[in-house]
T-cell receptor
Framework: ETGVTQTPRHLVMGMTNKKSLKCEQHLGHNAMYWYKQSAKKPLELMFVYSLEERVENNSVPSRFSPECPNSSHLFLHLHTLQPEDSALYLC????????????FGSGTQLSVL | KNEVEQSPQNLTAQEGEFITINCSYSVGISALHWLQQHPGGGIVSLFMLSSGKKKHGRLIATINIQEKHSSLHITASHPRDSAVYICAVRGSGGSNYKLTFGKGTLLTVNP
């Protein structure tokens, strides 16, 4: 148990659906991240938030929309996704954006039909 | 070609063997991370290195900044060490908050 909780663990959605992924940490961390892990590919950074402000938007398509309402919660809103967006989406947090350790959630396995 | 290359991609060992996983990178970095990912997705940070060597239990990580190379060693390997081991480098300067990841090394330790 890392202290970072992601829901749901699994999600199947159609291309016209709208869904949201949720991430929560009560570790007192100031930085939160969304990563994408596709089969046979390295982890890719999607978004970084520091103290609820977006620090990085790593050329992610606008069909992915992050939201960080406070330092403990991070959302990833999904709409009109494509089948190639099927992947494991991992949330992580760290005390600051440059920290020795990252604490990862267990991920949401997303399938887009 | 990835900025971060790991070798081998897959590694099978017998319990008790000494394991080495290698990571090479091609960019300037401020630090290098080793992470462990178990089946089911969960990722755990093992080490962050900017020079020299670190040890935690049976795990040892080394880095050679001049050669842009790091190794992760596992002594007296055990089936519970079976996982994907991922190397990630932290950028330097204004990019020092970004991690670039290798594809991972799948380690299987048989009893």
């Amino acid at each position: 148990e890392t202290g970072v909780t992601q829901t749901p663990r699994h999600l199947v959605m159609g291309m016209t659906n709208k869904k949201s992924l949720k991430c929560e940490q009560h570790l007192g961390h100031n930085a939160m991240y969304w990563y994408k892990q596709s089969a046979k590919k390295p982890l890719e950074l999607m978004f970084v938030y520091s103290l609820e402000e977006r620090v990085e938007n790593n050329s992610v398509p606008s069909r992915f929309s992050p939201e960080c309402p406070n330092s403990s919660h991070l959302f990833l809103h999904l709409h009109t996704l494509q089948p190639e967006d099927s992947a494991l989406y991992l949330c992580a947090s760290s005390p600051q954006v440059v920290s020795e350790k990252l604490f990862f959630g267990s991920g949401t396995q997303l399938s887009v039909l | 070609k990835n900025e971060v290359e790991q070798s081998p991609q897959n590694l099978t060992a017998q319990e008790g063997e000494f394991i080495t996983i290698n990571c090479s990178y091609s960019v300037g970095i401020s630090a290098l991370h080793w992470l462990q990912q178990h089946p089911g997705g969960g990722i755990v940070s093992l080490f962050m290195l900017s020079s020299g060597k670190k040890k935690h239990g049976r795990l040892i990580a080394t880095i050679n900044i001049q050669e842009k190379h790091s190794s992760l060693h596992i002594t007296a390997s055990h089936p519970r060490d079976s996982a994907v081991y991922i190397c990630a480098v932290r950028g330097s300067g204004g990019s020092n908050y970004k991690l670039t990841f290798g594809k991972g090394t799948l380690l299987t330790v048989n009893p």
